[in-house]
């Protein structure tokens, strides 16, 4: 006997650190000790263990136990731990051969089996990034586990059989099925969603035309418009018109629903932008993110990479708003608690859907409208200037006609508008790839006043704008980006002064009307 080792990881937040599990048998009266800053959970797992073992037929020693998880100022929270400590334990009892150059992730049930849990995909690649590339997990995670490239990755459905594996004795094992079924792992997950066509919106060109415009650019976009108009309709299709996923987010994205997913074993390498749409009532954790101990994605990370749309924008707490103002600038969210600090990515397109006042009857000339001026002023305050100064296109929907209601299915469909997004979207990464940006939301304000510099005729509407207070410098650099959006999908070489009238025309729209 003496000290074995074992391997498993830690997340806080997306990233995950090595944590080395020492285990020693003492020679003093029987206890379980588990060293090095534990959850409840965590702590939960010494009964869980001795049940397992118990049940699969290699029970835990009588004397005393000690588990120590290095570093030990590192917070370890969750069940994840339980076969690491396991496999330690039975290494420094001798039942088993030693596990130093393998990483354990997964829960034990009392009976033995090996249960998933939530945030594989982060867990594994950080131990592959750490060098530690033997990888053992549920069954039921195996196929998410498998997903990151250079893991090799084994999942098995109980302990008694990993115990064989890593060398127990057969004769001791409750071995009761058959073994070939171990390497088998589920592959299934959810069969994507369909997703919703824009030519299901009756007429609404220019909602149209800005949908497609923002798709091009990621340029956030508030949709203001008396109810029925098709607000929601055309949010909802926004990501059927954006590209797929390249491999780097495809992992990013999947990494974050791995973590909040709730059917743990149906996580799949997700390919389509993502799209959360919270209900008003949401609090700030559950959009930004929290809760108790070390604090978990919300809605807003979950977008990470497709489209946040928040719908009656107004009906949102202030401060639940105000707190997007710092993900729309920045791509990320750092949250810090007690227990920790997670930093998770956010780099979404924000997209606000508002009625004009309470009623919803303020468009047009507003004659049905029985709310007062400054009913009207208080509720679409409700958005604050600084967030809505960060929102690209702010864009007046008005009712459907009868004549454009009658020709639905006459529109363009989503793979249509899509093709052009996407070859606006090379044009972007040709212009902008040298500066590690992708799209034209991205680019900052050095580059659009340096080497994308426009001549002072192209500029001089916004440059008035500027002067007169209409527009704030963050203002300008936003209608830049959009002229520059415009001029790629027209195919030009830079915008003209149409474009900049055009991507004035699409922040202004709201209030102008």
């Not at 059989?161 to 001791?172: C, T």
Request: net charge neutral; charged share 20%.
């Amino acid at each position: 006997m003496g000290v074995a080792r074992s391997y498993c990881v830690a997340l806080l937040g997306l990233n995950g650190y090595i944590v080395e599990v020492e285990a020693d048998i003492g020679q003093t009266l029987p206890n379980f000790l588990i060293l090095g800053l534990p959850d409840a959970a965590l702590n939960e797992a010494r009964e869980r263990i001795r049940s397992a073992a118990q049940n699969s037929g290699i029970p835990l020693s009588r004397r005393k136990i000690t588990a120590n998880l290095i570093p030990a100022s590192l917070p370890k929270r969750g069940s994840g731990f339980d076969l690491a400590i396991c496999m330690a334990v039975l290494g420094a009892a001798g039942d088993i051969r030693s596990t130093e150059n393998t990483v354990f992730i997964a829960e034990l049930g009392l009976d033995g089996r090996l249960r998933p849990v939530r945030g594989i995909l982060p867990a594994v690649m950080a131990a592959v990034h750490a060098g530690h590339c033997d990888i053992v997990v549920a069954q039921a995670n195996a196929a998410e586990a498998m997903l990151v490239p250079g893991a090799r990755v084994r999942g098995y459905k109980t302990l008694a059989r990993l115990a064989f594996d890593f060398g127990a004795d057969p004769q001791d094992l409750a071995l009761d099925y058959d073994p070939g079924e171990e390497q088998d792992p589920d592959g299934g997950g959810a069969l994507p969603a369909a997703v919703p066509d824009l030519c299901d919106v009756s007429g609404q060109g220019d909602a149209r035309r800005a949908l497609e415009v923002a798709a091009a650019g990621a340029h956030h976009v508030l949709l203001c418009g008396p109810p029925g108009a098709g607000k929601t309709m055309l949010a909802e299709r926004l990501p059927g018109l954006l590209p797929d996923l390249g491999d780097k987010e495809s992992m990013e994205v999947t990494a974050i629903h791995s973590l909040s997913a709730v059917h743990i074993e149906k996580i799949s390498l997700l390919r389509r932008p993502p799209f959360e749409n919270p209900h008003h009532s949401a609090t700030a954790a559950a959009i930004i993110g929290g809760g108790s101990g070390l604090p978990r994605p919300g809605a807003a990370s979950r977008a990470h990479r497709g489209v946040l749309f928040l719908d009656e924008a107004p009906e949102y707490e202030r401060r639940v708003l105000d707190a997007l103002r710092q993900p729309l600038e920045s791509g990320e969210l750092v949250i810090h608690r007690s227990a920790g600090t997670a930093a998770y990515p956010a780099r979404f397109q924000l997209v606000l859907a508002a009625n004009p006042c309470p009623c919803g009857k303020a468009s047009g000339k507003g004659v049905d409208c029985t709310c007062t001026a400054v009913m009207r002023r208080r509720y679409f305050g409700r958005m604050s200037g600084p967030l809505l100064d960060r929102v690209d296109i702010q864009l007046q929907v008005e009712r459907v006609s009868l004549a454009d209601f009658g020709q639905a299915g006459g529109e363009e469909d989503s793979r249509t508008v899509a093709r052009r997004v996407a070859a606006a979207r090379n044009r972007q990464r040709e212009r902008l790839g040298n500066y590690g940006l992708e799209t034209n939301s991205q680019v900052p304000g050095r580059l659009l006043r340096g080497v994308l510099k426009l001549p002072p005729a192209t500029t001089r509407i916004l440059d008035s704008s500027l002067e007169r207070g209409v527009l704030t410098a963050r203002g300008y650099d936003r209608v830049l980006r959009l002229a520059w959006t415009l001029a790629d999908l027209g195919h030009r070489e830079q915008p003209g002064l149409d474009d900049i009238g055009q991507a004035l025309g699409l922040r202004q729209a709201v209030a102008a009307a």
